[in-house]
């Protein structure tokens, strides 16, 4: 092992390029829907090693000696955002003639600029490195630190953080409620980083006992939530979630839009499976009803008929105001909650919307060179102003989060602090049977985890599922599966602690990392002088 570590030392130019490279991207294996995390024990001990590798003249200035560390970092993050987010350009073959000249921008230009993101990391981790578990603290620092930035600048895109290759099932998806997502993504890279002490062996015993230690406790918390009773349900509701499974070549065709409805109507309205009760709430995915209902006020009739005493939709639509595809009409991507009598009694609008995909960021800029909006419908969307609880049966509130809002997880701790269950609805058939779903299920089934509650989800295309409070699949439908689940779904978590805890608990750990990265690293300075 001292050899291969040697030799992965002494790595120079584009050998060093494409070692770091491989490494970020076979760690993606660790990722939805692979799940393979021991591959991290191997791509985090490389990247160590490479940044043990990263000197340069001590001539020259401190810009340029941190620049090795931070091209390491780079072609890490490249390796890993190219392989884990190449199938973003899925979406844009959909409607191949006008977009597919924008593949290579999708595919290569977002992983190009993520790939920044753990540039940083590396340079703040080689900042503060030594040659012992110090550096492997300040590691974890930084790419902690880098994560944490990930989550709200430039709008925010946390997609596939490190934290997740360590929560591959609910047994170990516990500790996030404790850690947050800021805690976990610095601890998961510590853990996955120790094996690079093998190869010096200074501190292996120490580095060897604490990655005992904090696998043990991490899976032993898991156990010990999981096998601890649920608190009895005060209140429960019986749902229907559905899964049109709409092909995207027909989402906006206005020839088959009654058909696209009916099927909708259909599913929506059968009998409920053997065992279970008539739904009191149905779910449909986002952008689910093909038309306005400015347009269509026959369907709200339909859909009173439909709704049964007591029954409620919540539809994913597209909201409309102005009036009737006026110049002045603003468009929203909305949820829309409809009671038995087919009026619509409440709509929230999503707030975070997706650049170029429903807004163009710098429209005016882009329009000049006749780029526009690239995938999510006919029309660019305005954000609302903020999200607030819809009242379901049973006195129940359901916070709903459209899409990709549901991978922010401050931006769901603070609306979900006032409900009883989250609702996220999503289109994933942009992206087909890829690796993007997937990934995109993980990251909402981590949110009901983290915030105590059980989650309810609907996709035109898969995965809707039923997720309980302690991250478990009550039920799902598979990509391509068109159908219903029906479920009884009680109500009786609570969330562990507050996100702000879970907020200070993950700050703690970071700064304890930095901690130790600084004193070992000034213990190493004042022992060489």
């Known amino acids: 092992m001292k050899r291969f570590a040697g030799r992965i030392i002494l790595l120079w130019g584009w050998r060093r390029a494409l070692v770091a490279f491989a490494a970020g991207a076979l760690a993606v294996l660790a990722q939805a829907p692979y799940d393979f995390f021991a591959v991290c024990f191997v791509s985090f001990p490389v990247l160590v090693w490479l940044l043990d590798g990263a000197t340069a003249e001590a001539s020259d200035g401190w810009l340029r000696r941190l620049r090795p560390a931070f091209a390491i970092g780079w072609w890490f993050g490249f390796g890993y955002f190219l392989a884990g987010l190449w199938w973003i350009g899925q979406a844009l073959l959909v409607e191949a003639d006008s977009f597919a000249w924008a593949l290579p921008f999708a595919v290569v230009g977002i992983p190009l600029a993520l790939a920044f993101f753990y540039g940083f990391a590396t340079v703040v981790a080689r900042l503060f490195w030594s040659s012992d578990i110090g550096r492997i603290a300040a590691l974890a620092f930084g790419f902690g630190l880098a994560e944490w930035l990930r989550d709200f600048l430039f709008t925010g895109f946390p997609w596939?953080?490190?934290?997740?290759?360590?929560?591959?099932?609910?047994?170990?998806?516990?500790?996030?409620?404790?850690?947050?997502?800021?805690?976990?993504?610095?601890?998961?890279?510590?853990?996955?980083?120790l094996p690079a002490l093998v190869a010096a062996r200074r501190h292996l015993r120490l580095g060897l006992a604490l990655l005992v230690i904090l696998v043990a406790a991490h899976v032993g918390f898991g156990y010990f939530r999981l096998a601890r009773p649920a608190e009895p349900a005060t209140r429960s509701?019986?749902?229907?979630?559905?899964?049109?499974?709409?092909?995207?070549?027909?989402?906006w065709d206005a020839s088959v839009r009654d058909r696209i409805f009916a099927t909708l109507m259909g599913i929506s309205g059968?009998?409920?499976e053997q065992g279970h009760a008539k739904p009191q709430l149905i779910l449909w995915p986002e952008t689910s009803v093909p038309f306005l209902f400015t347009?269509?006020?026959?369907?709200?009739?339909?859909?009173?008929?439909?709704?049964?005493?007591?029954?409620?939709?919540?539809?994913?639509?597209?909201?409309?105001?102005?009036?009737?595809?006026?110049?002045?009409?603003?468009?929203y991507n909305s949820v829309v909650a409809i009671n038995d009598k087919g009026e619509i009694v409440d709509a929230v609008d999503k707030v975070h919307l997706v650049p170029f995909g429903e807004y163009l960021p710098f429209a005016g800029l882009f329009e000049r060179f006749g780029i526009g909006q690239l995938v999510a419908g006919p029309m660019n969307f305005a954000a609302g102003n903020e999200r607030h609880p819809i009242a379901v049966p049973n006195g129940l509130s359901a916070v709903p989060f459209i899409c990709y809002e549901v991978i922010f997880p401050d931006l769901v701790a603070v609306d979900a602090a006032s409900s009883e269950l989250i609702v996220n609805v999503t289109n994933d058939a942009w992206f087909g049977d890829t690796p993007g779903p997937y990934q995109h299920f993980r990251q909402a089934q981590i949110r009901a985890v983290e915030n105590g509650l059980p989650l309810l989800r609907a996709a035109n295309n898969g995965i809707s599922a039923v997720v309980d409070s302690r991250g478990r699949i009550v039920d799902a439908l598979a990509v391509d599966a068109r159908g219903a689940i029906d479920a009884h779904v009680p109500v009786s978590g609570r969330v562990l602690l507050s996100a702000d805890q879970r907020r200070i608990n993950g700050l703690l750990i970071m700064l304890l990392f930095a901690l130790i990265a600084v004193t070992l690293n000034v213990r190493q300075r004042l022992r060489v002088n």
């Open 160 to 193: 596939n953080a490190v934290g997740y290759a360590a929560m591959p099932v609910p047994l170990l998806m516990q500790s996030v409620s404790v850690t947050g997502m800021i805690g976990m993504n610095a601890l998961a890279v510590f853990v996955f980083s």
């Open 237 to 251: 509701i019986d749902v229907r979630i559905v899964q049109p499974a709409v092909d995207l070549s027909e989402k």
């Open 270 to 272: 059968k009998a409920p």
């Open 295 to 331: 347009e269509r006020p026959d369907a709200l009739t339909a859909l009173g008929d439909m709704l049964g005493d007591g029954q409620m939709l919540i539809a994913g639509v597209v909201r409309e105001e102005g009036g009737a595809g006026n110049a002045g009409s603003r468009y």
